[in-house]
């Protein structure tokens, strides 16, 4: 019989500034950029709100924001400050009752509607849209510029140009609201 062999003792490595630095300098990376993801890509989500035929729909974009859909309409909102709010088809009524009613804008097509009043509507066709204004005022902003709509008017646009701008009674402003 042979005698036991006596253990190995495990190799032990001398200590190494330059590992400890290669470490230490990769997490200091990693936390680096997990850091400027982190600032830099605030996602910005959008809730879609739509309707089929004969239902409606009321929600608040903001607590100061409320929006009605007719049927068969779609809308989304994005939830930033100000809300980016686009109309994608459909009939839109909207009621702002915050002082802060210009910083509502709503994207419809290439037109942009932007809020300095309290209550309107918003009708979008294939080829452009209508804005009827039941109180205060709204710009539609076109490729040809900008055009106000007060209380009781309702103007006609597309991407380019407004047209059709007359007086209404405020029972036409959003008459669908009033089929409840």
Request: net charge positive; proline share 7%; charged share 25%.
């Amino acid at each position: 019989m042979y005698p036991p062999k006596p253990p190995i003792a495990p190799a032990v490595r001398p200590f190494n500034w330059s590992r400890v630095l290669l470490h230490c300098s990769i997490a200091a990376t990693a936390l680096a950029l997990g850091l400027i993801s982190w600032y830099i890509s605030k996602p910005v989500t959008a809730r879609l709100h739509e309707t089929v035929a004969g239902q409606r729909l009321t929600v608040k974009a903001t607590p100061d924001i409320g929006i009605t859909l007719d049927a068969d309409s779609a809308v989304t909102v994005a939830n930033s400050q100000p809300p980016r709010i686009e109309l994608l088809r459909g009939n839109v009524y909207f009621d702002v009752t915050s002082n802060d009613a210009d910083k509502l804008e709503v994207k419809v097509g290439e037109a942009r509607i932007k809020d300095i009043g309290t209550r309107f509507s918003i009708r979008m066709r294939p080829d452009g849209g209508s804005v009827a204004v039941a109180d205060g005022q709204v710009e539609i902003h076109v490729a040809t510029g900008t055009y106000l709509v007060s209380a009781r008017e309702r103007a006609d646009f597309d991407g380019t140009r407004v047209t059709g701008h007359r007086i209404i009674a405020e029972a036409d402003v959003a008459p669908w609201r009033l089929d409840r």
